[in-house]
């Protein structure tokens, strides 16, 4: 499978330090985390969920070191529901949305601990599938667009902007999200 991120993102993130990797991953998580937590709030015995989900994406944002218990926090992400095998597969818009934001996490986690460039396009590739998806789905959108551009800008190693940008286009693709559920 061919990856949706850009040639350039991707060989500069092959070439970068862990430091730009572990803010580029941070970044792709947090514009993705209300997708998770807004889908998934209220829901009957997720509440240890949200908050180990708010908790881990907060912790990506110190770039400056590796998640020394990454792979315990990958271990215990692998346990959510989102990315359990269905055999019916994932078909509602809410589901959909949150298990790609839980796998952005997954990967954003694995990248954040090791520093893997690889981890880290498929942390920004399973962003833009997600974006792709819902540009398909509303008319005129241009979340795959502004997603990449944002990927771009993360790749600076400068985090002053980044995470305000990244927290306003999480909202903004959460907000698209809840208007394509079914009304009650």
């Given at each position: 499978?061919?990856?949706l991120?850009?040639?350039?993102?991707?060989?500069?993130?092959?070439?970068?330090?862990?430091?730009?990797?572990?803010?580029?991953?941070?970044?792709?998580?947090?514009?993705?985390?209300?997708?998770?937590?807004g889908?998934?709030?209220?829901?009957?015995?997720?509440?240890?969920?949200?908050?180990?989900?708010?908790?881990?994406?907060?912790?990506?944002?110190?770039?400056?070191?590796?998640?020394?218990?990454?792979?315990?926090?990958?271990?215990?992400?692998?346990?959510?529901?989102?990315?359990?095998?269905h055999e019916?597969?994932i078909?509602?818009v809410?589901?959909?949305?949150?298990?790609?934001?839980?796998?952005?996490?997954?990967?954003?986690?694995?990248a954040?601990?090791?520093?893997?460039a690889?981890?880290?396009?498929?942390?920004?590739?399973?962003?833009?599938?997600?974006?792709?998806?819902?540009?398909?789905?509303?008319?005129?959108?241009?979340?795959?667009?502004e997603?990449?551009?944002?990927?771009?800008?993360?790749?600076s190693?400068?985090?002053?902007g980044?995470?305000?940008?990244?927290?306003?286009?999480?909202?903004?693709?959460?907000?698209?999200?809840?208007?394509r559920l079914?009304?009650?």
């Amino acid at each position: 499978m061919e990856s949706l991120v850009e040639g350039g993102v991707a060989e500069a993130l092959h070439d970068a330090g862990a430091e730009v990797i572990r803010l580029y991953v941070a970044a792709c998580a947090e514009r993705m985390a209300p997708l998770f937590v807004g889908l998934r709030a209220g829901a009957p015995g997720r509440e240890a969920d949200l908050d180990f989900y708010a908790a881990s994406v907060r912790d990506l944002w110190y770039a400056d070191r590796p998640l020394v218990d990454a792979v315990e926090r990958i271990r215990l992400l692998e346990r959510f529901p989102e990315l359990q095998p269905h055999e019916d597969g994932i078909t509602g818009v809410a589901d959909t949305y949150a298990f790609f934001a839980v796998l952005c996490l997954r990967y954003a986690l694995s990248a954040h601990g090791s520093g893997s460039a690889a981890d880290a396009v498929s942390c920004g590739h399973t962003a833009l599938t997600a974006m792709g998806m819902l540009d398909q789905n509303i008319a005129g959108a241009g979340f795959l667009a502004e997603e990449q551009r944002l990927q771009s800008v993360s790749l600076s190693g400068d985090a002053s902007g980044l995470w305000d940008a990244s927290v306003a286009s999480g909202r903004e693709r959460f907000r698209a999200v809840l208007g394509r559920l079914p009304r009650p």
